[in-house]
């Protein structure tokens, strides 16, 4: 059961939808019973009609106006010539009937068209409320609300896809697959509860059948918990620090990445004394690169002490790591010390300088680092770089690309509530082993908690809480 009670679904909401600023287009977006009635009051149309006529999905020019204005001139003040939009309930984004004005994009006429809808009877939203009522009044479920802001966020194609199956509800539907799963064989165990052939004993053949039907579910839950990593990768991309001794090349290999020319490049060792930060698209995967100040024991002043230590809590925080090694020369000790740093941790080795005769034997980076995947490249002369931007790919994904019809669960909310509804199926499958002595009625209960964990997913048992969870993070005109 849906709970509204802190939500007043009688208000009639406003909002501007568009970011403030000059630019071309700006929305105030309103909705409610009483929409149309304030429009009717501060909205003009060319032909004179009112929009409380207007039919559903018609576009119509205007002018919004201030009848309140006691100025010299004839007629109300004009405060801006805009495109109203009318969408009448139920047919609408949230159900209700809407009105959008297209004002010109700018601080005054945007604030002033939105003080004036408030005046009249409407109330500011609050953040993502006009999503909450379209799930509050049933066009949308949870999850495809929390897949709107995962558009808002997308930040690659590949992304954006995932959030788009499901706003299109493909997730929801694997996971109703899930709850009726549940449900029949919450009714059968029920079934033997209520007629049961021996007391507290399951019928052997009816047990086989729903454990079963149980592991399949679970094995179900598991493989969407694991795809859930490939969307986590996709919406807030993969932290990759660049890291290394003194003059290898990092700030070289993150220009060329980047396309661009972002960290200073000089043959002075010890340039870059702070971390630089900044988003690539590689494949669709979006990496936040992260340069790091070369890593030295040859702290010479507070500054370059302070650039290490930022260094290393980079590495510490990481998700992925290039270690790049100056391939032109032999290790040196700053090299060994950082090699034996990372042996545990996840990295890329980034050989360097291959337009330069080569002086590292590569033998003694195998010693420190074995079975390490290994790309050569030259930052400053753009070879190689493909290659290493395609292995990056490959190890994000352990070779196997994500599918354009990738459908997941997309946070954190939704996995943890499905790993509590798959521990509670684990317990009815464990509970109902041969060697146990487990009672029918504790089953039913292990499943009766995982239907309620399974809901909690796509609002079917909400709370307040859980909808101060989900739309927290909405912008106040979405």
């Known amino acids: 059961m849906r709970d509204m009670t802190r939500t007043n679904l009688d208000d009639t909401i406003a909002a501007i939808s568009t970011p403030l600023g000059e630019g071309g287009i700006g929305i105030v977006r309103i909705s409610g019973k009483n929409a149309l009635r304030i429009a009717d009051k501060i909205f003009i149309s060319k032909d004179g009609?009112?929009?409380?006529?207007?039919?559903?999905?018609?576009?119509?020019?205007?002018?919004?106006?201030?009848?309140?204005?006691?100025?010299?001139?004839?007629?109300?003040?004009?405060?801006?010539?805009?495109i109203l939009t009318?969408?009448?309930?139920?047919?609408?984004?949230?159900?209700?009937?809407?009105?959008?004005?297209?004002?010109?994009?700018?601080?005054?006429?945007?604030?002033?068209?939105?003080?004036?809808?408030?005046?009249?009877?409407?109330?500011?939203?609050?953040?993502?409320?006009?999503?909450?009522?379209?799930?509050?009044?049933?066009?949308?479920?949870?999850?495809?609300?929390?897949s709107v802001l995962e558009i808002i966020k997308a930040k690659t194609e590949l992304s954006l896809r995932a959030a788009n199956n499901n706003l299109r509800g493909r997730l929801s539907e694997k996971i109703s697959k899930i709850r009726n799963g549940l449900l029949d064989v919450y009714a059968r165990l029920e079934a033997e509860i209520n007629f049961p052939e021996e007391e507290d004993v399951v019928n052997k053949k009816v047990k086989y059948s729903i454990v079963k039907r149980l592991c399949s579910i679970s094995e179900k839950m598991k493989e969407m918990l694991d795809s859930a990593r490939e969307v986590k990768i996709l919406r807030q991309g993969v932290r990759t620090v660049i890291c290394g001794s003194p003059n290898v090349g990092k700030s070289s290999l993150m220009n060329a990445l980047l396309k661009e020319s972002r960290s200073i490049v000089t043959h002075i060792p010890g340039t870059t004394r702070d971390t630089i930060e900044e988003i690539v698209n590689i494949k669709g995967v979006p990496l936040i690169l992260v340069d790091t100040a070369g890593i030295t024991s040859s702290i010479k002043d507070p500054a370059t002490k302070e650039g290490v230590k930022?260094?290393?809590?980079?590495?510490?925080?990481?998700?992925?790591?290039?270690?790049?090694?100056?391939?032109?020369?032999?290790?040196?000790?700053?090299?060994?010390?950082?090699?034996?740093?990372?042996?545990?941790?996840?990295?890329?080795?980034?050989?360097?300088?291959?337009?330069?005769?080569?002086?590292?034997?590569?033998?003694?980076?195998?010693?420190?680092?074995?079975?390490?995947?290994?790309?050569?490249?030259?930052?400053?002369?753009?070879?190689?770089?493909?290659?290493?931007?395609?292995?990056?790919?490959?190890?994000?994904?352990?070779?196997?690309?994500?599918?354009?019809?990738?459908?997941?669960?997309?946070?954190?909310?939704?996995?943890?509530?499905?790993?509590?509804?798959?521990?509670e199926v684990n317990l009815a499958i464990e509970g109902l082993d041969e060697n146990k002595s487990v009672p029918i009625d504790c089953i039913s209960i292990y499943i009766r908690s995982a239907i309620?964990?399974?809901?909690?997913?796509t609002g079917g048992n909400v709370t307040e809480e859980m909808l101060d969870t989900i739309f927290s993070e909405f912008c106040i005109g979405k």
């Open 310 to 423: 930022r260094s290393l809590q980079s590495i510490r925080d990481a998700d992925l790591i290039l270690l790049v090694l100056d391939s032109s020369r032999k290790l040196n000790k700053e090299d060994i010390k950082i090699m034996e740093e990372l042996k545990d941790r996840d990295l890329i080795i980034v050989l360097n300088k291959i337009d330069l005769k080569r002086g590292l034997n590569f033998r003694d980076v195998r010693r420190f680092l074995p079975g390490r995947l290994t790309v050569r490249v030259s930052a400053l002369k753009l070879l190689g770089i493909e290659d290493l931007e395609s292995e990056i790919y490959n190890f994000i994904f352990k070779g196997k690309a994500p599918s354009p019809d990738l459908v997941s669960l997309s946070n954190a909310r939704q996995c943890e509530a499905l790993q509590r509804s798959m521990e």
């Open 452 to 457: 309620e964990e399974i809901d909690r997913i």
């Open 49 to 82: 009609k009112k929009p409380s006529q207007f039919k559903t999905y018609t576009v119509h020019y205007g002018h919004i106006v201030d009848n309140k204005c006691n100025r010299k001139s004839k007629g109300p003040f004009i405060i801006d010539e805009v």
């Open 86 to 146: 009318v969408m009448r309930s139920p047919r609408s984004y949230t159900r209700e009937d809407v009105v959008e004005i297209n004002c010109h994009s700018g601080i005054v006429p945007l604030r002033k068209t939105l003080e004036l809808v408030l005046e009249n009877g409407g109330r500011l939203a609050e953040p993502g409320e006009f999503t909450k009522r379209a799930f509050l009044n049933g066009r949308i479920d949870a999850v495809q609300a929390e």
